[in-house]
């Protein structure tokens, strides 16, 4: 069987393994994996903020105060990075 035959089928049975893997979280858990800073309980339980939430909080220009100002909602995707 020739190389670059072993090598494709081995990424389609890796892709295979990994929607596999994914549908049965979603089947199990009856939800999606939750990977967003503002919405996951455990990462704001551990104190886990977004990335420019903390390079605003270090420079002393916090927008993303838990008050929510205009700007930021806590979570990377609302975040101004542009402070418009």
Do not use: Y
């Amino acid at each position: 069987m020739p190389t670059w035959l072993i090598v494709i089928l081995c990424a389609v049975a890796a892709v295979g393994l990994f929607v596999v893997g994914m549908s049965l979280t979603l089947m199990i858990k009856g939800h999606h994996i939750d990977s967003e800073i503002s919405t996951n309980k455990n990462m704001q339980r551990l104190g886990i903020k977004c990335a420019v939430h903390e390079t605003r909080e270090a420079d002393g220009g916090a927008d993303c105060s838990d008050g929510q100002p205009a700007g930021c909602s806590g979570n990377c995707g609302a975040c101004d990075i542009e402070h418009k």
